[in-house]
């Protein structure tokens, strides 16, 4: 039932939290606004007043060249440019080996062509605060991303690629005099202003909005993510979908985009081929105060244990598949994982004699789920929506055609912890950066318990063995009432279901 897992991974879950879906992110925390998006993309109201040059690629990549308005900035101008030449190498590179170990015709590949021409251009399709990522940014501040898909002119109307660049910006300018909490206090404030479109968009940028010094020298980074290969057996439904991550940071030397270390992306296949190099991860990712970080969602892994770039292949959620990250580091998809269950009820125990109370992982299964949860890669194989958390608004489409929602089910249940952040920031007081896991994005110290957001058709829920036992990680993922937790077909065995109507 490969083509059950497809719908449920690729399509966001059976689309869980059947009211979370439909819902829009709070306007504090996220540009979804069509037209205000396609105003700070292409500025065309710009007055005195609103000087702001706005977040085109252009303007952010290539601040020093003249804008031509009459010239659309295409991507064959984009990846011309002498600072792209690395991303522009490493994606040639990866589709010359995807070829050849994706071949056709099973297999389609991304097109490459099509992304450079001139008739394909990054649109901006969302803007997010991560304030909540205060505990990663060195100014405790946070990140802001600004999320550009590529749109294809076929002649006969757009044509969105299966793709995501993200320019994080760190969520104050260089420079700046504001305070982590005028940071949130601007922000926060957007959620109440009754300006739409247009006007909304000027806010924004202007004095005192939360946009207003943000620019080319906020840039953090650049991140990619694409749809590099599909398999599809139209008789048998199999499917199959291969998404390419790559991190990019700028290096001065060079002027490039280089390719840099994935945060918490764990080179699984380095460690297991370097005995050394992962006795030395082992030792330290179950030192108690790692564990403990490990554990909140809070941990930051060192470079010399990551990856420079991530595949990650769907559907593989529900599974102990070995492309999952944490296949042959813990759990069973090895007999001899680096991590073995003996190992983590260790250091669970070590944890506890330090008097540090765990809120997630509770056994091995825990351990693993968090293992793999904490990767980039991981994380995209879970309640995605084609393979993106958030595929943002695509406001050069017809409103009929257009994204139902411009995030997935995991975005939208995540933004009231990441507002309960942003409060506590704005009002001066220290707050908890604790996640939960991206199959049950809970508050620190609660839970969505009775809410369909958490407990809703198609959410995860911690499923009862032949004894009727919930493994203890998983033993709050409850259903709502007239719903129970069933295993999804075709999956492997696994500590966790799906809530689903009782079968009669």
């Known amino acids: 039932m490969r083509r059950l897992l497809g719908l449920i991974v690729l399509i966001g879950g059976l689309v869980p939290l059947v009211a979370g879906a439909a819902e829009e992110p ?125 749109v294809h002119d076929t002649g006969a109307g757009p044509q969105r690629l299966p793709m995501t660049l993200n320019l994080v910006l760190r969520a104050r300018g260089a420079g700046d005099a504001m305070s982590c909490r005028d940071v949130a206090t601007r922000w926060l404030a957007a959620d109440a202003w009754p300006e739409v479109g247009v006007d909304r968009a000027r806010r924004l940028i202007a004095s005192g909005g939360p946009l207003e010094s943000l620019g080319p020298a906020a840039i953090d980074r650049l991140e990619i993510n694409l749809q590099i290969a599909t398999e599809q057996d139209l008789a048998t439904g199999e499917f199959r979908a291969d998404y390419l991550l790559y991190v990019f940071r700028f290096d001065p030397a060079s002027g490039r985009y280089e390719a840099g270390p994935m945060e918490n992306q764990i080179d699984r296949d380095r460690l297991l081929a370097d005995h050394d ?163 049950r994005p809970e508050l620190s110290g609660a839970s969505f318990a009775g809410h369909e957001r958490g407990e809703g058709w198609g959410a995860a829920c911690g499923l009862s063995d032949a004894g009727g036992r919930v493994d203890p990680s998983f033993r709050n993922w409850t259903c709502a009432a007239g719903l129970t937790c069933q295993p999804v077909r075709g999956a492997t065995t696994f500590p966790i279901g799906m809530c689903f109507v009782a079968p009669r």
């Open 277 to 439: 190099l992962g006795q030395a991860f082992k030792r330290w990712l179950l030192q108690p105060d790692n564990l403990a970080a490990f554990d909140r969602g809070t941990l930051i892994i060192p470079d010399a244990y990551l990856a420079r770039s991530a595949t990650a292949v769907t559907p593989a959620a529900f599974s102990h598949a070995p492309q999952r990250p944490a296949a042959g580091l813990a759990g069973p998809a090895t007999a001899d994982p680096l991590i073995g269950d003996a190992d983590i009820v260790a250091a669970l125990q070590r944890a506890a004699d330090r008097g540090l109370v765990l809120q997630t992982i509770r056994s091995p299964a825990g351990f693993e789920r968090r293992l793999n949860d904490i990767t980039c890669s991981g994380c995209h194989q879970t309640l995605g929506i084609g393979g993106f958390h958030f595929p943002g608004v695509d406001w050069t489409a017809e409103p009929a055609r257009r994204s139902a929602a411009a995030g997935s089910p995991h975005f939208i249940a995540d933004q009231d912890r990441r507002r309960t952040i942003a409060v506590a920031v704005k009002d001066g007081r220290v707050p908890d950066y604790a996640r939960g896991f991206t199959d």
């Open 26 to 150: 709070p306007r504090a925390l996220a540009v979804t606004d069509p037209a205000a998006l396609r105003e700070l993309d292409l500025r065309e109201h710009r007055g005195e007043a609103s000087a702001h040059p706005g977040f085109g690629l252009q303007q952010l990549l290539d601040p020093q060249a003249e804008a031509d308005s009459s010239a659309p900035f295409g991507n064959d101008r984009l990846f011309a440019l002498p600072r792209l030449r690395g991303l522009r190498a490493a994606l040639a590179d990866e589709l010359q080996r995807s070829a050849k170990s994706h071949p056709a015709p099973q297999w389609t590949l991304f097109d490459l062509d099509k992304l450079e021409a001139s008739t394909t251009r990054f649109v901006l399709a969302g803007i997010v605060n991560r304030i909540d990522r205060g505990y990663v940014a060195a100014d405790g501040c946070g990140e802001v991303r600004l999320i550009y898909r590529p």
